[in-house]
């Protein structure tokens, strides 16, 4: 950002590590990759798990922005997995410790074949990512004052932002189902396209939103004053 900044890169000693792992290395390697120097507006990407130091000289100041990538892991999806499996009430149910060999193997093969019948499910990742992004938490946002009032004015300027980057929208013949911040709202299938200009990402408008569905003014700032109370979207200038 500022200044410049003496930067080593070592390379990796563990593949793919973690932040929560069951072993860890604290010996870098022997021999650095590259030293090199990074200037102002310069960007450096450092893969997962590689050893680095960066310094700057004697009395010069130097000022520069890290930023860290958060990815998917096959131990995320597997720990998603067995989340999602609550929902059997074969899994809630106690492991049969007391029973005898044959009632264990028996339920260890049952658990199996539940892991391995998601697991060969094609669509499994997708699944998991968007069950990713409807969990993604809001940015903040305050909406002062329309917030804190009783409901939203029938303005048909009133600007409306989404404060989710990652909101799930899935839609039938009958119904729309919005998922987002961990939370979900299933709608008659006219407020779709109300839902769908809302997680388009662009700027929009009290009375956009009302029009893209084709309700009053009155209904659409029913509608999101639900979702405003609830910290997914943002309204006004704030």
Not at 13 to 22: E, F, G, K, N, S
Not at 74 to 84: I, K
Not at 97 to 104: I, P, V
Not at 107 to 132: F, H, M, Q, S
Request: aromatic residues 6%; charged residues 20%; hydrophobic residues 45%.
């Amino acid at each position: 950002m500022s200044g410049a900044e003496r930067w080593r890169i070592d390379g990796p000693t563990r593949p793919a590590p973690l932040y929560r792992d069951v072993a860890f290395d604290d010996t870098p390697p022997e021999y650095p990759i590259d030293e090199f120097t990074l200037q102002a507006g310069d960007a450096l990407h450092v893969p997962r798990g590689w050893w680095h130091a960066a310094a700057a000289s004697t009395g010069q100041p130097s000022l520069h922005l890290t930023c860290g990538l958060a990815t998917h892991t096959g131990v995320d999806l597997l720990a998603w997995l067995v989340d999602d499996l609550r929902a059997r009430d074969f899994v809630r149910a106690d492991i049969p410790r007391l029973a005898d060999q044959d009632a264990q193997t028996a339920w260890r093969c049952e658990v199996g074949k539940l892991l391995t019948e998601r697991l060969n499910d094609p669509a499994v990742i997708d699944t998991y990512l968007a069950a990713c992004d409807a969990a993604r938490g809001p940015r903040a946002g305050f909406s002062l004052p329309h917030a804190v009032r009783e409901r939203l004015p029938d303005d048909p300027g009133l600007p409306v932002r989404l404060m989710t980057t990652r909101a799930v929208l899935r839609c039938t013949e009958q119904a729309v189902t919005l998922e987002a911040a961990g939370q979900r709202w299933t709608l008659a299938d006219q407020a779709a396209p109300l839902l769908e200009a809302l997680v388009s990402g662009g700027p929009t408008t009290l009375g956009g939103l009302a029009e893209a569905a084709n309700v009053t003014i009155d209904q659409a700032a029913e509608l999101l004053d639900q979702l405003l109370r609830s910290g997914i979207i943002a309204v006004g200038q704030a």
